[in-house]
């Protein structure tokens, strides 16, 4: 019996005490939490910090030329002309940003804003540029988003931020082109995701109608997709601690910062194109945008199309369905 006691009081003193317990409890939270923390740090930087190297103007116009042949003299023309021009405005906090314009070659009222994508840049959009200003005639203004091109900022803003440069923009082209403009904002990518983010806000007259190309229902979708795919991560927790650390960071979350929301309080009229197989920013996203938007609206799936080459598999149809898109909200069109 002795033996018994002297043996379960050894047993008990080899036990850990409940605050021993408590503090290894603690110590292994902050570990896990620290690891999270550095994880959204992580995701964050490599998203919204992306790697755009050194923006050199003559190579990204070499990139359109190698991308879209058919536009080589058409640029050239442009460039030679000395009709590629730079302007510069202070966004609201404070940030100088840059684009591009091109007055059409017959005085018109009619422009075009067209909004770039992800680590791309202005410049990357002459190919939706040759359309409307060498096809339809119209006045071109293309803007560098935040962080991209040879606009400033530390971060992208993936579309959410942008819209409010991008209202901007609108206002400095309507009085930059006679100020009685007749305007289309046409976004491929995160700029098409960036338009039916402006498309919700109170938007001046001059905008008549949007056009959107292979943009995203959400942030956090595309987000959510992302890690899913190349990481096989579900968004628990990981998206969630990177979208709250967002939010403190840099004034927004990856949920607000939704296109799906915005197209619901759209008035204006919108043109929705999607590549059959678009597998970045999944096709299925159009669908629910488009059946978001309130009506006028109008929807082309273009067949075997992959992400953001809609226009280059399909350059005369792409051309047509915008030309027919405008015809019903631009006057004398």
Known sequence: MDFVRQNNKNTSKASPSPSWRKIALVFFIIVILMGLIGSSEYMIHVALQPEVGEYIEQDRINNYRNDYGFGSPWIDSILAAG???????????GERMHAYYVYADSLTNKTAVLVHGYTDCAIKMLFIGYLYHHDLGFNLLLPDLHYHGLSEGKYVQMGWLDRLDVLQWIEFADSLF????????????????????????????????????????????????????QFGLPSFPLLYAASALCKVQLGWSFGEASSLRQVEKCKRPMLFIHGEKDDYVPTEMVYRLYEAKPQPKALWIALGSAHALSYRDHPEEYSLRVRQFLSGYLDDF
């Open 178 to 229: 006679g100020g009685n403009t007749q305007m289309v904002v046409h976004g491929v990518s995160m700029g098409a995701a960036t338009t039916m983010m402006l498309s919700g806000e109170d938007v001046p007259e001059c905008v008549r109608c949007y056009v959107e190309d292979c943009g995203y229902t959400s942030v956090w979708d595309e987000f959510a997709g992302e890690i899913r795919n």
């Open 83 to 93: 009709g590629l021009r730079d302007t510069f405005l202070v966004n609201r906090k």
